[in-house]
């Protein structure tokens, strides 16, 4: 009986300290940025590595790519490039390793503010939005929409509040945006008005580009500032698998590159369908494609910030869609992932692409079991990591708030154990046994429980009874309360209102003026 009672007074002390401390909260590591600690762990052999980089050469230097413009042909041509009789443009050997040695191994993408930059260094790994999904998940309406230039806006904001979520890349297409050039100008606009974070998004032609760094110089102060601390990076998937250039995205590529923008050389195949059915076949085709894109952007300029992305896909050969939750996407992907490390490059990937439409149970476990994978792969950048549904094809704002939890929290097992006198700590083991027999009372474990746990605001570790009495909330629930509580209160100005009218003056802003209202 006794030692019920005491059961029961430990408990409640316990719950009288979370409730006191609840202001404390922006101590513990919810209030901090957990970055993670990638290990490079993944299903691929030192033998299997070099036959994939193999097999990639033979490809690049023997059935080279189609569709290359004759500017790009130009330039590898003058590099000891060739440009065969079947239009085919092949790279030898001695020139992609040329390149990999050349390229830079270290690139930090900059924040708005020093606490949002991220530096790509062996190990660390980021984690943010992305996509291009048509659709948004109207927690009010209950079904999805098609999601509007506002939406980037609400979701940039949201995502700004969001601490396990480091960089905002634009999740959503302006639907109610038609001209290509007024829609790629409006999303960069858009998201640097609604988040500090580091911003990515794409562009549909090389004058797009130029609309985008006008903003960026503009909001930067100057050219050379946003050179400087780059706080923009674009995707470019300059490549139409299987084994075809995209020449506008390799343009795009090229004009970014001269514009100080850092780029995301990123390559989507999917297995068995523009890409071989085996990983192996996938991983080979898709390292090429990648390295294609590398080399080309090297040859423009030895000091460009090219970030290597390869991003296979799994394919239900069954319905032709992807299969981003599958357990066969966590091999691929942290296979690609080992490549990038094998060329000591920063790395770049997707993992998150959930098939479920909601927020749920089959979202969460297919979310965890890619990202979890991909971590510890130690890919730099992980996009599509959160908020995104329906495979790529929607967003949900909910999604985000859960995800972002989750994140967090897969960081948070990402990250090495420290080991020490203090932290073992044998002098407080032997005088809480010999002693009271619980740890709860010592001083370091009061210490410790601000700054060594990460504490939840939407999962729920209530009793059941708790948890009755707060009318039996699901967690979609509580993440709709906080989506609600953030953008009713968070309407940033990020962008000053002398560069805004500067910007208004020489661009199509649609982005209402009164929007932080």
Known sequence: MRQSESSNRLRQRRINRSKSNTDNQAESLEGRRIVGLGKSHGPLAKTDLVAIHEAALELLEKTGLGDASPNIVKLVVAAGGNFDERGRLLFPKNLVEAALDGLRREITLYGRDSDNDMVLSAGAVFVGTGGASPMIFDAKLGKYRESKLLDIYDAARLVDRLKHIHFFSRPVVAGDISDARQLDLNTAFACFAGTKKHVFTSA???????????????????????????????????????????????????????????????????????????????????VAETLAGMVIAWLADPNAQAVFGPRPMVTDLRTGGIAGGSGEQALLTAAAIQMAHYYQLPSSTISGATDSKIPDAQSGYEKCLNIQKTVQAGANLITQACGVQAGLMGLSFEALVIDNEMLGNILRASNDVLVSTETIAMKSIEQVSLGVGHFLGEPETYARMHSDFLYPTTADRLSIEEWEEGGSLEIRDRASDRVKVILDTHHPSYIDKVSEKKLREKLPILLPQDISL
Do not use: W
């Not at 004058?207 to 500032?225: L, M």
């Not at 850092?262 to 999917?270: D, E, L, R």
């Open 204 to 286: 549909s032609s090389p004058s797009a580009v130029k609309d985008i760094t006008t903003i960026c110089y503009q909001i930067a102060g100057s050219k050379s500032a946003f050179f400087d601390k780059p706080f923009m990076s674009l995707n470019v998937n300059h490549v139409i698998p299987p084994l075809r250039f995209d020449p506008v995205s390799l343009d795009v590529m090229l004009e970014a590159i001269r514009g100080g923008i850092p780029v995301m050389v990123n390559c989507f195949g999917q297995m068995g369908a523009s890409s071989p059915v085996t990983i192996a076949g996938c991983l080979a085709q898709t």
